[in-house]
């Protein structure tokens, strides 16, 4: 019998922020593959005694295909925990195919991304009303580059939220750039360092002394930056909730 592989979220840090689904199959692994650079070793306590644990930040592709080639041959179960949700920077795609290509079966189970915790810890809604209704993911060009119409200096015309991975060591460079695109300098920005982890820090400013502000702090990686008129107070209330909307469930006051 062959065995299968689960790709895991395991969430922001906070390891009780890791699905039940995610929990249980890492509490059930006979091997576990988990991204330790950024992983919460946490996540991985409930796991049987004689689970084999590797820590991909040593190993290249091949290695861990080869670590689950070999376990799913002997019908046992594999997982690979990634951080966050594993759709975004996770590097599964060129997993799943190499998978795909040996035959070997796997599922995903979907985690909370890092940039939806931030929003948990400012306390902030992405979308207000009449402020933006568009998030954009990214990041900025560092050692791999960006797809030519992605710069990060068309991204901003948008003046949409904004969440910017990998890119803290570039701080004051993404600031320019974005005030280079079309935000006002005086965008509100906040960093959030290791959000839901015990040494979580929230820096906030905008978009003229952020860079300044994180400076010193020893905030160097697992740092999300965020952009956008939603970190600011001013916005239109929704419908959804409006006293005279009528939506589908509740009939409104007036029309
Ligand atoms: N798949 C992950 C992202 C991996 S890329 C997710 O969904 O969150 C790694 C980047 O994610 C880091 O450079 C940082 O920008 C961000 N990140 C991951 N965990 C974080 C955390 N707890 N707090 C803030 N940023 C985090």
């Known amino acids: 019998m062959t065995g299968k592989i689960h790709f895991i979220g395991a969430g922001p840090g906070d390891p009780e922020l890791i699905t039940v689904r995610g929990r249980r199959l890492i509490d059930e692994a006979d091997v576990i593959i988990y991204a330790g650079s950024l992983v919460n070793p946490a996540v991985l306590d409930g796991r049987k005694p004689s689970a084999v644990v590797h820590n991909s930040a040593y190993m290249d592709l091949d290695a861990v295909i080869g670590v689950v080639k070999e376990a799913t041959d002997k019908g046992l179960a594999v997982v690979r925990v990634h951080t966050g949700d594993p759709s975004i920077y996770g590097a599964i795609r060129e997993q799943m195919d190499r998978l795909d290509a040996l035959g070997i079966g796997y599922e995903v189970v979907p985690g909370v991304s890092s940039f939806l915790a931030a929003a948990a810890v400012l306390k902030k809604e992405y979308?207000?009303?009449?402020?933006?209704?568009?998030?954009?993911?990214?990041?900025?060009?560092?050692?791999?580059?960006?797809?030519?119409?992605?710069?990060?200096?068309?991204?901003?015309?948008?003046?949409?939220?904004?969440a910017i991975f990998l890119s803290i060591g570039f701080i004051e460079e993404l600031c320019s750039t974005l005030i280079e695109g079309g935000y006002d300098p005086k965008t509100p920005a906040a960093v959030v360092y290791k959000a839901t982890w015990p040494d979580e820090k929230v820096i906030r400013g905008d978009l003229t002394d952020i860079a300044g502000k994180v400076k010193g702090k020893n905030v160097e990686k697992t740092a999300l930056t965020v952009v956008g008129g939603f970190l600011g107070d001013e916005y239109g209330l929704s419908k959804l909730y409006d006293k005279r909307f009528t939506t589908g469930y509740r009939k409104g006051t007036e029309e």
């Open 127 to 162: 979308t207000l009303p009449d402020v933006s209704q568009t998030v954009i993911l990214t990041r900025m060009e560092g050692r791999t580059p960006m797809p030519p119409k992605e710069k990060l200096v068309d991204l901003a015309r948008h003046n949409c939220t904004m």
